[in-house]
């Protein structure tokens, strides 16, 4: 522990001051954007979550359906509130970062992992987007420091708080399955705190983290472990092809370069390195607050980086993992690297800030913050046209959450033509009150080259309805009236079981 956290800002150095009005400039950016960014499907979607609260869901634990349940009681439910909540919990986030880097580092370091983590464009997405990542980040780092607090200090009440919180970070994301295996990991490397491991503390913690885990548990075991199965079955099973596939994993050294920024994520790469040669060959174990903030990063690092030779990593698994990194890294990187990071952040930042006031790059992808309202305007218009039909897409979890968010009338999902449609498949799984009416399908047209030709719909379609009409796209245009995505529309009548 250290003690010297009563400097006052005239005392910061002049690269401490710089780091500080960077930091400011960053937080700013993205108040900015929390407050005039369109909304992402993702927000919607588990906005949607939070409109049907539940023990669990079929593709992620409930912790992010809570967070927004709780935040838009207070906020309201306009996209702004959605973002400012995602703003709020991941500030909190990162005030627990300061709390357990202080724990390694003098306050100096301590403030300058804040500064260089938290201006990275991990943490900006986590600010603006909503995710499961919000809540796990936000509990995964206060259960670390209640761990750390545990074993330190072992008392019954500290080891069940700990357990009980890791156990919480699990219902936000099973990835929060790396902090059981990191204490266990911890505990074996460590001969001051091995003895834990059979006496009464980490059965308490074990204990604990299964209380805090059933809702999950019990929800998964009343619809046949649909959200473990589908978070892992296909997975693991695309691993044990063991086809090699080394461009994805050249892709997730890429991504993570770009989301930690380049200076930070070398600095991890190279410090890491180092320490696992050092284990490795050197069989030479490090101190034991070095070896606990490995425990909880090492592992997730190259768990996922293994796998990312088989599989495609999503640019979020490794998120947990760089909060203990970056409190390592702190101890050798360099003020001019620090000030350089933070330099890249500012421009990384600002460009962020020009394609989301200005949108100069057409996304092509429905994973866009541009358009959905007006999409929602247009599917309102052709509500009024045609007040018989119901409405429904097919492109995941996408269009559906939008429309639901924006409309008031339901719309259906994918499930409606016999597919799994996550969630939605779990809260309408009888459509039979659907049947014998007409319906109007909204398909996402993703590139602009096929505007021109002619749309032909799924054959999938006409398994489930008798007549199938193409008609007038939705197309959304630029202020300019450059057209950057359109949406078919499909007439279907007399809705019924696939024959």
């Known amino acids: 522990m250290h003690s010297d956290y009563t400097l006052s800002f005239r005392q910061y150095s002049t690269s401490q001051k710089f780091l500080f009005y960077g930091f400011?400039?960053?937080?700013?950016?993205?108040?900015?954007?929390?407050f005039t960014m369109g909304i992402m499907p993702q927000d919607a979607y588990y906005f949607y979550y939070s409109e049907h609260l539940s023990l669990s869901y079929f593709d992620h634990p409930p912790g992010v359906a809570v967070m927004l349940w709780l935040f838009t009681k207070v906020l309201g439910?306009?996209?702004?509130?959605?973002?400012?909540?995602?703003?709020i919990v991941t500030c909190g986030t990162l005030w627990l970062i300061i709390l357990l880097s202080r724990r390694f580092l003098s306050d100096v370091r301590s403030r300058n992992v804040v500064f260089v983590f938290g201006s990275t464009l991990i943490i900006t997405d986590l600010s603006i987007v909503t995710t499961p990542d919000i809540p796990l980040l936000l509990l995964w780092t206060l259960s670390l420091i209640l761990i750390h607090n545990a074993i330190r200090r072992p008392d019954l009440m500290t080891w069940l708080l700990a357990g009980l919180?890791?156990?919480?970070?699990?219902?936000?994301?099973?990835?929060?399955?790396f902090i059981p295996a990191g204490l266990i990991c911890y505990l074996l490397l460590s001969k001051q705190y091995r003895r834990y491991l059979i006496s009464w503390q980490f059965p308490v913690f074990l204990l604990s983290f299964s209380v805090a885990i059933l809702p999950v548990v019990i929800w998964n075991a009343e619809h046949e472990f649909a959200s473990f199965q589908f978070q892992s079955g296909d997975r693991v099973a695309s691993m044990l092809q063991f086809k090699l596939r080394p461009m994805y994993f050249i892709a997730v050294i890429g991504h993570q370069m770009v989301l930690l920024l380049p200076i930070l994520a070398i600095a991890i790469g190279v410090v890491y390195w180092k320490h696992l040669k050092k284990i490795t060959r050197r069989r030479i174990l490090p101190d034991d607050d070095t070896l606990f903030l490995l425990s909880f990063s090492l592992p997730i690092i190259l768990a996922f980086l293994g796998i990312s030779w088989l599989y495609w990593v999503k640019i979020n698994w490794m998120i947990p993992a760089y909060i203990t990194a970056s409190v390592l890294v702190m101890r050798y990187l360099r003020v001019r690297l620090i000030t350089w990071q933070m330099r890249i952040a500012i421009i990384a930042h600002i460009l962020l800030w020009i394609q989301i006031a200005f949108y100069p790059i057409n996304i092509q992808s429905d994973d866009t913050y541009w358009g959905w309202k007006k999409l929602a305007v247009e599917v309102g218009q052709l509500q009024k046209q045609y007040p018989e039909h119901f409405i429904f897409s097919r492109d995941g979890y996408k269009t559906t959450a939008i429309l639901n968010f924006y409309l008031d009338d339901k719309i259906y999902a994918a499930n409606v033509l016999g597919e799994h449609a996550l969630e939605y498949s779990i809260v309408d799984d009888d459509l039979s009150h659907l049947y014998g009416r007409a319906a109007l399908f909204i398909d996402s047209r993703r590139i602009p080259g096929e505007f021109d030709t002619d749309y032909v719909p799924p054959d999938l379609l006409s398994g489930y309805f008798d007549d199938i009409t193409v008609l007038s796209p939705i197309?959304?245009?630029?202020k300019h009236g450059k057209p950057l995505r359109q949406f078919a529309v499909v007439e279907c009548r007399n809705y019924r079981n696939k024959e």
């Open 24 to 34: 400011a400039v960053v937080l700013i950016l993205r108040l900015v954007i929390v």
């Open 77 to 87: 439910t306009e996209v702004w509130s959605l973002k400012l909540t995602d703003f």
């Open 165 to 177: 919180t890791a156990g919480l970070a699990f219902d936000s994301k099973y990835t929060a399955v």
């Open 475 to 478: 197309t959304l245009v630029d």
